[in-house]
């Protein structure tokens, strides 16, 4: 008798194969695969997904790239240890082409003439790289230039790239300053907490077909993050070993020692993030984290005149929308599932529609990206957004008109100089 006999279950729940129907959907993977999916709305998407080894990256791209629609074509680049040249070769590969033998500068005009005829033929092209920490600089200058190959009316490339927490590094050298300003997103997948390990652990017993909800007793929980961190991965391992160890001892519930068992032979210590030293730099970027110094946006949500919500954020980018993975959450049916975006920066704060159904509006005028003013109000469906400068910058000349600051009207039509830093490319 196998183990998945002895618990009853109909396959391994925690297998190390990525395998996208396990996937769990802590808030972090559903705010990583939204960014994902902006890259289709936006023409010049261009993302970065970071995270640990192990935190479940791989599974999430697999799960995106499943649901793509028929008018996106998309390449995967996962062997990264390459010469431009090879990296060259092998996006062309992927969409069918047989480059080998070219020169670098017959590569670059066939992938150009290629992303040219799939935009006129209505198609989207998304690039996608996986185990993205290995990428050269060169590579990475390489990715930067093709990034910006496009038609006369928006760049016909979307990028995402996918890697572990070296690349982020990599990334804020100062080196990649000009390919930094390219990415519109960035995220880090961390570990889950207790509360995620416990229904990930749940989830994946379900998806394989357990009946038994108290298979692994409560008192394992406790000690699989002890050992586990809260990494996926290191999940799998150590609950899948515990099951071995409980069929091998002829016991039908896991319980703490049996986990204890499981990291004793895998000759596993305790997660270095239950350490006290990661404690206290947890608590202590958490706490500067929300400190109201640090904060610089400060939104008002209001509908039918009444106050839904007040939220301040610090310098960078926030989502607005029904999910309610966003950071600026609205339960309403005229709100996109991802509706705008908020970017504060040293200069104020800039909202960008995110192709929603409904639109941003600033009064009567649709904008698509517009610089906010202290005490602008902008309308998603029937709430209001209220911004405010908590660094109480000069307010705007007011006798400046909406159309001088919108930066990209509904029409396409552009505000020239008004905000040149904000439409960099």
Known sequence: MSYLEHFHLTEQPFRLTPDPEFLYWSKQHARAKAYMESTIWLADGFVVITGEIGSGKTTLLQSFLSELEDDVLYAVVSQTQLTPTQFLQAILTEFGFKPFNKQKVELLDMLNMFLIEQYSNGKKVVLVVDEAQN?????????????????????????????????????????MKQLVQRVRLRFHIGPLDRREMREYIERRLAV????????????????????????????????????????????????????????????WKE??????????????????????????????????????????????????????????YIKSK?????????????????????????????????????????????????????????????????????????????????????DSAVNQT
């Open 208 to 267: 394989a077909g357990c009946k038994n909800t108290d298979l692994f007793a409560d008192d394992c929980f406790d000690v699989v993050y002890r050992f586990s961190g809260g990494v996926p991965r290191l999940i799998n391992t150590l609950c899948d070993t515990a099951l071995l160890c409980t069929f091998a001892d002829e016991k039908s519930i896991i319980e703490a020692a049996d986990v204890i068992s499981a990291a004793e032979e895998l000759n």
């Open 135 to 175: 990428l050269t600089k060169k590579v990475l200058e390489e990715i930067r230039m093709i990034s910006g190959i496009e038609t006369h009316k928006e760049k016909v490339l979307r990028i995402i790239l996918a890697g572990q927490p070296e690349l982020k590094d990599t990334l804020d050298s100062k080196s």
């Open 334 to 418: 005229f709100v996109s599932r991802h509706h705008a975006q908020l970017v504060s920066d040293e200069s104020g704060c800039v909202i960008e529609d995110l192709n929603s159904t409904n639109g941003v509006f600033l009064g009567e005028k649709q904008v698509k990206k517009y610089r906010l003013r202290d005490g602008d109000t902008v309308s998603l469906g029937v709430h209001e957004l209220i911004y405010h400068d908590l660094r109480k910058q000069s307010e705007f000349d007011s006798s400046e008109t909406i159309a001088d600051d919108v930066i990209e009207s509904i029409d396409g039509e552009n505000s020239g100089d008004h």
């Open 271 to 328: 997660h270095p993030s239950n350490t006290g030293i990661y404690d206290q730099l947890r608590q202590l970027e958490q706490e500067r984290s929300s400190s109201d110094e640090s904060h610089v946006t400060h939104i008002e949500l209001r509908s039918n005149d009444d106050v839904v919500n007040v939220l301040t954020f610090p310098l960078g980018r926030v989502i607005v929308g029904r999910s309610p993975d966003n950071e600026v």
